[in-house]
Every structure is written in structure tokens, then in C-alpha cells.
């Protein structure tokens, strides 16, 4: 029997993630002359933001334009691992192990500081008929337009809260897609705090475009609350007060706005906090990002804020890693922060809505959980989240909670209970079996495949 021993690697500095706020981190490590390596699960660098394919790649904005020369800077730089996972974080204060599964083995870096950089990923307030085919979420839509140029029908209703949702009709109407109409939950007046943001020119810019562009197309106040398979199209239907409305369309696209990846962060040990503000639980730091002894936190894994709040965060977070201060840039992220509080709060899900999710709604799509069952269980007394789990299986299915945890906390939030944060433990998403027998098991750490058989090879 023979114990395959996994690659290790040191360096001074490891980003993980390689969207905008990696980006950000990385070229300010470059810059200052500083060791560093940077990995992303994608096989591509630039995260959601800089998404694109050959020949697609609109600078509209001048954050996207210092994004994609970020990226091109990065281009072909050994120091970018893509199609690498972080699966696990180990050790003590200042000896920490990152696991990464990549090219179907597990390489083990050892850090001297870590920038934890993972984004965030899309909320839903689900219905029945969400998890049918024709229903996406609205950035699987706009990634299909800018990774393939596909658009997934010619017809589509978008419905949910959020600036997301403009953006993505815009681009799809850009692609030739028609928009049958844009749903947003929120009534007009809600939104008027948000008014002032938009007096700065790059979000009127972008605002003006979008609004001219889907003119008509914007109802207020109404949501989607069932959807249904007619043919091979999509029945949909909306609801505003006690008024409803049919309409059907090739797809329907939803989106809630969007919620931090924290989980590596937690495994490194870094706390996170309930802000619903921010888009949920957060990544908790101090003034310079810094979470835990030499991890530092930034971009959407600190608060929901959009990509210009990631690139400040990214270089904030580098200096502070080295470090250095740069008082003109920790004003510049207190500026996006309060933006990010506005914005996340304005488009927010009303409670009550949590509570009037139907019966028979899907709730976790991986283990088939319904609402129903949820509520029972709440019903009688399982309260917290890992009592839930053990009563319906909720969040225990392939990923992980990731779609379905934010959901349960709203929920429960609606209740009048306290959010609780979510326990993860590695591997953070699911790898090959052949990874966590034979390569991750030569890791001996202890408590992960513990009690598997050592296997010959
Ligand atoms: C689906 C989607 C589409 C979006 N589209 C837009 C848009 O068009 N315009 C806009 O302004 N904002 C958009 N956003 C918001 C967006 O999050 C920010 O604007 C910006 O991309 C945030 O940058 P970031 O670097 O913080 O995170 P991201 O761009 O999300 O980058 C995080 C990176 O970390 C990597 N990562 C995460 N976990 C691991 C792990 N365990 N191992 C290795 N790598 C990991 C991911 O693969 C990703 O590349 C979108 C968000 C989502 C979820």
C-alpha cells in the first residue's frame, strides 16, 4: 500500500478568485514586486463581471474598461492557475494549507497571507414552476450571450428585483432577443432613494441606456408566482396586489439580486455576519479587509456592491496585505459601502413574501425539498438551520446550500428568528471520488476521509 503524496507549493501570497477584486489584488501584488499566485475553478480569468468571448467584449464603462486591461495584463501570466478549485483551508494561525483540486489531482499551497476574493452568487424567491427548464436565472442568461453569443429563446420575461435585471434584458435586446416585459418587484416609490446614485455619471450613463433601450417594457410592482411548461414555451404568471396577468414566452428570467460566497472564508476562519444590507452574511472586517491573523477579504464576499467596489477592494485589500495604507482609496470604498447599503436595500425582497411561498414550491433543488415539508418541520420546533437540515435534508444536497440557504434564512428571518450562519466544511464543492480517496486522503488531515480504506496504486 502506497500513499500518494499531493504536490505542495509555497508562496508568499495566494489570491482566490480571479474576478475583478482577484484582479485588482494580484496587479497591486505585481506592482509592489510581492510573490504571489492567483486560482480560479473557471477556465477563464475575469470572474462575472468581465465575462466575454472572442470578438464580444463591451468596455461600456469605465470600470470595465480598467477590468479588461486588468485581464489582459493577466493574460498568459504563470501566475494564473484557471480550472483550479479550492477545496479545503487547513491549519493554524499562519501555517495554513490550501487544498486545490486541479487536473485531476490535489495540490496543497502554502500561503504567507491569503486575499479571499470567491464573489458572490444569484438569490431567488422561488415559486411553483421555478425549477422548470424554461425558468433561468437572469446571469445564466447573460453568461449564454456573453460566453457563446446564444440567446436562450427569442422571447423572454424578466422578472425579480434589482439592476441586474436591466442590464441583462439590455443586453439580451442588444443580442436580438425580444423582451415581452421586466418585472420588478419593487413599486416606484420604493426606489426613490436610490435616485441620487444615479446622478453620477457613469451609473446615468449606464441607467439612461438601459431605460431608453427597454422604454415600456418596465412594470412595477409585480412578480412572477408561477410558471408553467406550455409546449415548449413558458406560462407565467404575475401578480400585483390581487391583480394577475398571464404571459408566454420561449423563457422566463429571474433574479433577486445576489449573496457572498463566503464559505472559504469561513474555513479559513474568518467570521461572517448577518447584514442584510450587504446581500446576507458578509465576510466581517476590520478597516483594512484583513478577517483573521494574514487573510483578507474583498470584493462582493464583503457586501453586495458591484464591480467597482471589488477593484478598490481588491487593490485595498493587496496594500493592506503588504502592509501599506492608502487613505484616498479606503474614502473611495466607503463610498461604494454606502452605495451598496442603498442599493441592497431599496431592492430588497419584502419579508411577508418569505412567508407566502406556496406549499408545493421546490425549495432545494438538489434533494427535492418543498416548502411544505419545511414548514412543518418549523411547525414542529425544528427551528435552526441544522435542525432542518436533519428533519428534511434541505441544503444537504450537491451544492451544498449555496441556492437554497439564503432562502431558508429569509424565511426564517420573516419568522422573526435570528439568521445563523451556514457550518461548511470541505471539500467545498463536490470532486471526483479518485480525488478524495487517493490524492486527498495523502493530505492526512485528519478528520477528512478518516476511516476510508488506504487504497493501492
Ligand atoms: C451570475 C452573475 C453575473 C453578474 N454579472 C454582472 C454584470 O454583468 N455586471 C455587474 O456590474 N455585475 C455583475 N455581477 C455582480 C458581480 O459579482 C460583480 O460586479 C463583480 O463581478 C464582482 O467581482 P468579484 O471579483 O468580487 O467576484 P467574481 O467576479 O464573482 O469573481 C469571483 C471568482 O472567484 C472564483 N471562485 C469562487 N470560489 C472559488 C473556489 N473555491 N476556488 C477557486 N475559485 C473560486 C470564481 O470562479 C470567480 O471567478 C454578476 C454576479 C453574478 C453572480
Redesign the pocket.
Known amino acids: 500500500m502506497k500513499r500518494i503524496e499531493p504536490k505542495r507549493v509555497r508562496v508568499d501570497f495566494l489570491v ?8 485588482s489584488a494580484a496587479r497591486t501584488l505585481a506592482d509592489e514586486g510581492a510573490e504571489f499566485l492567483v ?4 477556465p477563464f480569468l ?6 466575454h468571448r472572442e470578438g464580444y467584449r463591451p468596455e461600456d464603462t469605465r470600470t470595465r474598461r480598467s477590468g479588461f486591461e486588468l485581464l489582459d495584463w493577466a493574460a498568459g501570466r504563470e501566475e494564473f492557475w484557471t480550472s ?4 479545503g483551508c487547513y491549519g493554524d494561525e499562519g501555517e495554513k494549507e490550501v487544498a ?1 483540486s486541479r487536473e485531476g489531482e490535489v495540490v496543497v499551497i502554502r500561503p504567507g497571507k491569503i486575499i479571499i ?6 438569490r431567488y424567491l422561488p415559486f411553483p414552476g421555478w425549477t422548470l427548464p424554461g425558468v433561468l ?1 437572469v ?2 442568461v ?2 449564454l450571450i456573453k460566453t457563446s453569443g446564444v440567446l436562450p429563446g427569442k422571447e423572454g420575461i424578466f422578472a425579480g428585483t434589482g439592476p ?1 435585471l436591466l ?2 434584458a439590455h443586453e439580451f435586446r442588444e443580442a436580438g432577443g425580444k423582451v415581452l416585459g421586466i418585472f420588478e418587484l419593487n413599486p416606484p416609490g420604493r426606489l426613490l432613494p436610490f435616485l441620487p446614485d444615479l446622478l453620477e455619471w457613469e451609473k446615468l450613463r449606464e441607467g439612461t441606456r438601459y431605460l431608453l433601450s427597454l422604454l415600456g417594457r418596465i412594470k412595477f410592482g409585480w412578480r412572477a408566482v408561477r410558471a408553467e411548461a406550455k409546449g415548449e414555451k413558458v406560462e407565467v404568471t404575475l401578480k400585483k396586489g390581487n391583480k394577475r396577468r398571464k404571459s408566454t414566452a420561449d423563457f422566463l428570467a429571474i433574479g433577486y439580486g ?1 449573496s457572498p ?1 463566503t ?2 472564508a469561513q474555513l479559513c476562519g474568518c467570521p461572517v455576519e448577518y447584514c442584510p444590507e450587504l446581500g446576507g452574511f458578509v465576510v466581517k472586517t476590520a478597516e483594512d479587509l484583513s478577517c483573521a491573523p494574514g487573510i483578507y477579504a ?4 464583503t457586501g ?1 456592491g ?2 467597482r467596489k ?1 477593484m478598490i477592494e ?1 487593490r485595498l485589500a493587496a496594500l493592506s496585505a503588504l502592509g501599506k495604507r492608502d487613505p484616498g482609496l479606503l474614502k473611495a470604498r466607503e463610498r461604494e459601502l454606502s452605495f451598496a447599503r442603498r442599493l441592497n436595500t431599496v431592492f430588497s425582497v419584502p419579508l411577508h413574501l418569505w412567508r407566502e411561498i406556496p406549499d408545493e414550491t421546490i425549495i432545494c433543488r438538489c434533494e427535492d425539498v418543498r416548502m411544505g415539508e419545511i414548514r412543518r418541520a418549523v411547525e414542529e420546533g425544528f427551528s435552526l438551520i441544522r435542525e432542518l437540515k436533519e428533519a428534511t435534508r434541505v441544503t444537504m444536497g450537491n451544492c451544498q446550500g449555496r441556492t437554497c440557504f439564503p432562502i431558508i434564512t429569509e424565511y426564517l428571518r420573516a419568522l422573526g428568528r435570528r439568521p445563523e450562519p451556514m457550518s461548511v466544511r470541505p471539500p ?2 463536490p470532486v471526483e471520488m479518485g480525488i478524495f480517496v487517493r490524492e486527498w486522503n495523502g493530505l492526512k488531515i485528519g478528520h477528512i476521509g478518516e476511516g476510508l480504506p488506504e487504497r493501492g496504486v
Open positions: 482566490a478568485g480571479a474576478g475583478i477584486a482577484g484582479l486560482l480560479d475553478e473557471y475575469g470572474g462575472q463581471y468581465l465575462r483550479s478549485l479550492i477545496i486545490v476574493a470567491t464573489g458572490a452568487r444569484e436565472s446571469g445564466a447573460q453568461a441586474f442590464a441583462a445576489f460566497n464559505e472559504l474583498s470584493g462582493e464576499v453586495i458591484g464591480a471589488s481588491g467545498l464543492k
